[in-house]
């Protein structure tokens, strides 16, 4: 631990790094078989936490003798340090897997095709919509099952926002945010049959962001077999771009941070998906814009 410039100096006359040091280097003596540390590198200079943490590092991992059990706020540190790491909100451990992110655009669309999919007639077109004949033509033209995200908190809530603001919106607008959305849940729609757990955590104008939970056992599919799904169908569902990208520990604690404060999920059920998404992330996201 580097403490040996200090062997002179009685313990209660140490800096507060020296001292979190002397604790580690007690705690690590003859290699028992459990050691706890809590918050072991608080305090300390960043030069002598990295040294700790090598020590920490040979000690569970190079030498495998001791089984080391830490506490901390340091997300680097539980990243850099943990194979195993359990997020504990309000006293309670939570469960934690390992979740990666899928980031969806999706191509505006061709608006001839995109009226001939809908038979849409010319002269609703550029019909303006309130929030009276919005069921009406909704129903007109079979698309009523997009109704329940038409809501304040819900996919469409940017759109309801739009009306309720200019007092109406042309008819163009809804179709168009009705095609970024079906085509999404169709490609995710796909991937559910390999990937049963997704949840959607950020959505926009053309873009959505799903996030997969992982089990980690042996039948389950890589990153890259869900890397070629979406590849061999993005023509097919007209996806501009996507990303794949593992999600940091600090966007899961803050995640679970959430929940424990308001535990209300929402749930999208279209074409009969049920993908849940965070009411706290949707709420946030519109009003910062």
């Given at each position: 631990m580097s403490l040996m410039p200090f062997k002179d100096i009685?313990?209660?006359k140490l800096s507060g790094g020296n001292k979190r040091k002397l604790s580690v280097a007690i705690a690590i003596i003859c290699n028992p078989p459990i050691i706890l540390?809590?918050?072991?590198?608080?305090?300390?200079?960043?030069?002598?936490?990295?040294?700790?943490?090598r020590v920490i590092h040979s000690i569970s991992l190079n030498r495998k003798k001791s089984t080391i059990i830490m506490t901390t706020h340091s997300m680097e540190e539980a990243e850099t340090?943990?194979?195993?790491?359990?997020?504990?909100?309000?006293?309670?451990?939570?469960?934690l897997a390992t979740s990666d992110e899928i980031k969806l655009q999706i191509n505006n669309p061709n608006y001839d095709d995109l009226f001939n999919k809908y038979n849409i007639s010319d002269k609703d077109i550029n019909a303006l919509i309130?929030?009276?004949?919005?069921?009406?033509?909704?129903?007109?033209y079979k698309l009523i099952q997009f109704k329940q995200e038409l809501k304040e908190g819900r996919l469409g809530e940017k759109i309801i926002t739009e009306i309720k603001i200019c007092g109406n919106i042309y008819f163009k607008r809804i179709l168009t945010w009705i095609y970024y959305l079906e085509n999404a849940?169709?490609?995710?729609?796909?991937?559910?049959?390999?990937?049963?757990?997704?949840?959607?955590?950020?959505?926009?104008?053309?873009?959505?962001?799903?996030?997969i939970k992982r089990n980690q056992n042996k039948d389950e599919k890589s990153i890259g077999y869900l890397f070629g799904i979406i590849?061999?169908?993005?023509?097919?569902?007209?996806?501009?771009?996507?990303?794949?990208?593992?999600?940091?520990?600090?966007?899961i604690f803050h995640k679970f941070a959430r929940r424990s404060e308001k535990k209300e999920n929402l749930n999208i059920y279209i074409n009969n998906i049920d993908i849940p998404i965070d009411n706290e992330l949707i709420s946030f996201l519109y009003k910062s814009t």
């Open positions: 009685v313990s209660c540390l809590d918050e072991p590198s608080t305090g300390v200079d960043p030069e002598a936490r990295r040294h700790m943490w340090l943990c194979k195993r790491i359990a997020i504990m909100i309000d006293g309670q451990f939570q469960w309130d929030l009276n004949n919005l069921d009406l033509y909704l129903e007109k849940l169709k490609m995710i729609e796909i991937i559910l049959e390999d990937f049963p757990e997704i949840h959607c955590s950020d959505f926009g104008e053309n873009y959505f962001v799903f996030k590849e061999e169908n993005n023509s097919t569902f007209n996806i501009e771009q996507f990303f794949l990208q593992l999600t940091s520990l600090e966007q």
